[in-house]
């Protein structure tokens, strides 16, 4: 069975960190472009940094260049995202999600629309608030 599992979420306070981790079972990461997504309350899905299969090229959403970091560790199967400078903003529920869609900025923006509300995991909750 396929599947994707993500953890690490948590409360924080505004300025603290998070590493949200992505776990695959049943395939490779190796073999897909992944992708960390969030879902605000009341607003839409969006797509937060993606990571190529190949040459790990990276994009990050605005708001949130320099200070998330995506990253891989092929041993472990597991894709992470380091959070830091935490935001209210930053609030919502954060999924992870594989594609073969390239470029990767265009997996990030296109991938929430193209994806159904059951093809996605559980997601692990993140609270940005003091």
């Known amino acids: 069975q396929l599947q994707l599992v993500e953890s690490g979420g948590g409360l924080v306070q505004p300025g603290g960190s998070l590493t949200l981790s992505c776990a695959a079972s049943?395939?490779?990461?190796?073999?897909?472009?992944i992708g960390w997504f969030r879902q605000a309350p009341g607003k839409e899905r969006e797509g937060v940094s993606c990571?190529?299969?190949?040459?790990?090229?990276?994009y990050y959403v605005d708001s949130v260049k320099g200070r998330f970091t995506i990253s891989r560790d092929s041993a472990k199967n597991t894709v992470y995202l380091q959070m830091d400078s935490l935001k209210p903003e930053d609030t919502g529920i954060y999924y992870c999600?594989?594609?073969?869609?390239?470029?990767?900025?265009?997996?990030?923006?296109?991938?929430?629309?193209?994806?159904?509300?059951?093809?996605w995991g559980q997601g692990t909750q993140v609270t940005v608030s003091s």
């Open positions: 049943g395939f490779s990461l190796d073999d897909y472009s």
């Open positions: 990571i190529s299969n190949k040459i790990a090229t990276t």
């Open positions: 999600a594989a594609s073969l869609i390239a470029p990767v900025q265009f997996m990030c923006d296109s991938l929430p629309r193209k994806l159904n509300r059951g093809s």
